[in-house]
């Protein structure tokens, strides 16, 4: 009988309220601005990774989503250097497994084209499970640093609740040294902030976009105001949002993430030549949420935008049902909003999402809710999906070896058609 | 026989390159940063507005559009500064009407909706009417100074072609002074540079916005942003701009352009909460500049966007059909787009618009407009009205006593109704 060991892993996405764009050393990933992000729950949202070793495999392999990444084995390669990465400290730890390869099923639940950046699940999660099959003892904060090298936000995702990837500094501490203490620390936990939730409103977007990949290098290159925040701004903020989430303080919160959002977008639009990720739809939404918080007295709701139309609202729960009405109003469907399947509404409140479900859906207060879009255009379809998330914890292992994607000898049970 | 004087001035419409947004003295309008402008023909954008002055005019009076504005007459208002200001030079230069009340009537050329600022040729056209009209001495310099106590941007509006409105310095030079050496300068005339052209397209914005004069104080006020560019980078664009012109460098020109607009619409972004000013029709149209220059295989064209939808294109007079193509593919509705009348066309090559005009309108190289046009989406009507100018110059005097828009009595010939 060979030797070999099997492990399946999830972890979840995160939404930045300090925003992350451009790399102050692209090989490796290192970033021009600290940033901060909340951790989505797993609910619908997650990565789900298998991984096999044994020494009878002659090199990594990945199946993504089914469909096999020649990258693994690739050398050079972002997800090459992760394997390389977590076999160097399977070394350092007199690990026997060091020198096996690894056969890596990969699976996003994402709902189809919900525009949600899966790099950042997805190498967290490679790092964490790898890190699990080869037995290291590292922390999550050395995966961190190491899921970085593959995806910039991916260092993010392997903590839950409320997470900052620091900047690090300048020099390595050793010829070794990869992290540049450039990892993710947990600042809160997913339960530190009982009365915070979650809104991601898939947006349309028909239109092209640039991949971020190379977008945020060409901001890093022409945009001054860029240069301006990443060295003045984002320090100030960071400092202010770690004391917001450690005191709990929701307006402080969501007027930082609020500012932080255009910001990011701002230096996007200073680019040249310009990159534009939010569209009229994304832009209403903006508008809508400063009014509803001018409607309800005071700061209930907070809007952050990733490289792309989809609003991701923070907002406080006793306010979930009003918004909830007002997108409705403006961009239900006839048909009702995909929601991701009943499997998320386990997360929700039970007075949100099985309302906004039914055939019936009505405004809880049609009269306030008139007078909050009045200004806006009616676009049903125009938010074309809607989740709704609590604050979610780190990368899990899965117990059930069931639930693993690779069969007894390591490769994928199911393939992409 | 009463003693008095009359008189009727025209005055441009400006369309900023480098970019005014801000005061760093309300009281005074003067600007955090300088700009630079460059002015239109006043072939169908225009001010017009006769003064009439006599002894027996018991206060200022103002008619706009035909309707009359109490505001010339109320102390501490903006007009009332003007005429005051007027009437001080008068004294100064020991001008015997410096104690004559003013009628004063004043129309705008422009085509309804067109959603260009009237306040810079409005304002403009004032100060240099009531000069004539009083009779001063003093330069269009000093008049552009103030002029701009009326409106910013009008400072640029007294002179053709190229102009620059100066920073000016911080401290009063005399307690009498009111410039603080901020006024227009012409940096060339409007036949300095025979091959630019310029496109007005006039983009349909349902949406309510912001107005200029209280949305460039929030600014200056909530973003970081702004304050880093009015002070660390426009200084260096203006000597670029500065050079480009001098140099007729059309690249550095376009280039330029395109950034501090789209940095002013950064900075409006980067506002509290924010602005928004461009459309997904505006962005298309940036988009489509930035694909139209790589097809022409350089830069031949530079947008520039004001406070509002509507995208002003600086253009090489070589490109000015195959744009007009591109344009015709996506916005021209069935029946031609608007063009503002013949009177319009005179200005026009004759390749050009009345090309467009005409109910068979075809691309001259249709192959290279499907191309070009290819990742947009058609949206005739979204362009709703289009204008051509060449670089104009500066306001005028009209000798044909005929076109008073006031009676000799002072009273205007039209109200509205």
Redesign the interface.
Known sequence: MSESASVTCTAPVNIAIIKYWGKRDVERNLPTNGSISVTLSQKALRTTTSVHLSPEHPADRLWLNGKEDANASRAGTRLAKVFDLIRRLARQEGNPRAEWHAHVASHNSFPTAAGLASSASGFACLAFSLAKAYGLQAGNDVLSGIARQGSGSACRSLFGGYVAWEHGYEEAASPEDEDFGSHAVQLADEGHWPEMAIFVHIVSA???TVSSTSGMQTTVRTS??HT??AA??VPARMEAMRQAIAARDFDAFA?LT??DS??F???C??????I?YL??TS?DL??LV?RFNEQQGAIMAAYTYDAGPNAVVYIKREACRAWLDAVAALYRPANGLRANGDAWFSDAHDEVLPAWAAADYAPANPAATAELVA?F?AAPGAVDGLLFSLPGGGPEVIADPEASLLDAAGMPKTLAN
Not at 269 to 274: A, E, G, Q, V
């Open positions: 028909e239109k092209k001054p105001l301006y925040r003045h701004v007027k609020m500012e255009n910001q977008h701002a230096t639009l200073d680019t040249y030549p310009p534009f569209n009229d832009r903006i508008q400063h200004p255009q």
